[in-house]
């Protein structure tokens, strides 16, 4: 089951996750001319800055409506699934901001990558590891029982260490530069609640409708304490994992 995304509540209530992109394009250190694959390139904010920045860039996402906007910002955007890449040595580098943990099979995307990337081409990205929105998580594990719902059975997030990311990577047969978990509390410039309704939908949609907003407040209630300022701002805890890994480049042949 694929979470929903709508583009309009997307850029209203998420559009700082491309925002606060500038590390991760800073660590990926596009070059122009380069052919980057953005591996869940959402609404294609970032995919048009790194066409704006020279580089040839295809997209591919699985929402066919964020895939609408992207196109619709001039990116050569297609559906597809991050776990099922088809790509053959086409990449310089394949690029990803914020998708990754919405990718519960991360070898079948480890490998679709590797086989994506060009010899020496490299993987670049960032995405929610270990201990990200852990106050969130908790408050939804405290609130879906009630409900009749297991969050384990319907958790569409995957959170790992920097120490299995990077030996997964290595499993690969990638050479890994950089695999580091950096906290990043974040503040968010709506309500909580239009956060939850934007990335927590999955649960949602499994909370019968007309016990929605009780469901919705319950969570909000559970997070106050520990994520809201005195100021009634919200700031989640936020934990990002970044990395940099190298496909080897093909030996060179020996002189006899
Ligand atoms: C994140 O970008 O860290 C995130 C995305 C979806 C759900 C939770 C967190």
């Not at 070898?107 to 969130?136: C, H, M």
Request: proline share 6%.
């Amino acid at each position: 089951m694929n979470q929903y995304w709508d583009p309009h509540a997307y850029v209203r209530d998420a559009s700082f996750v491309s925002e606060l992109a500038t590390p991760v394009i800073e660590l990926l250190n596009p070059r122009p001319g380069e052919r980057i694959l953005d591996l869940g390139c959402g609404d294609g904010v970032l995919s048009r800055k790194l066409m704006d920045m020279g580089c040839v860039v295809i997209g591919i996402d699985s929402s066919p409506d964020m895939v609408k906007a992207a196109v619709e910002l001039g990116v050569d955007a297609r559906v597809g699934d991050g776990q099922e890449l088809a790509f053959y040595e086409e990449f310089d580098a394949v690029f990803s901001n914020a998708a990754l943990h919405w990718m519960t099979h991360p070898d079948a995307v480890i490998s679709g990558v590797q086989r994506a990337l060009k010899p020496g081409g490299r993987f670049v990205g960032e995405f929610g590891g270990y201990g990200n929105i852990e106050t969130v998580i908790r408050a939804l594990r405290k609130a879906l029982p009630k409900y009749g719902i297991d969050f384990d059975k319907i958790n569409p997030w995957y959170f790992p260490t920097a120490e299995e990311y990077r030996a997964r990577l290595e499993a690969h047969s990638m050479d890994v530069r950089l695999c580091e978990l950096i906290p990043r509390p974040t503040r968010l410039n709506t309500q909580l609640v239009n956060w939850l309704k934007v990335f927590a939908r999955r649960f949602l949609d499994a909370v019968p409708e007309f016990e929605r907003e009780n469901f919705l407040e319950e969570v909000v209630t559970h997070c106050k304490g520990g994520l809201q300022n005195l100021e009634g701002k919200w700031i989640l805890d936020y934990v990002r994992l970044q990395f940099i890994a190298f496909k080897p480049s093909r030996p060179k042949s020996c002189k006899m």
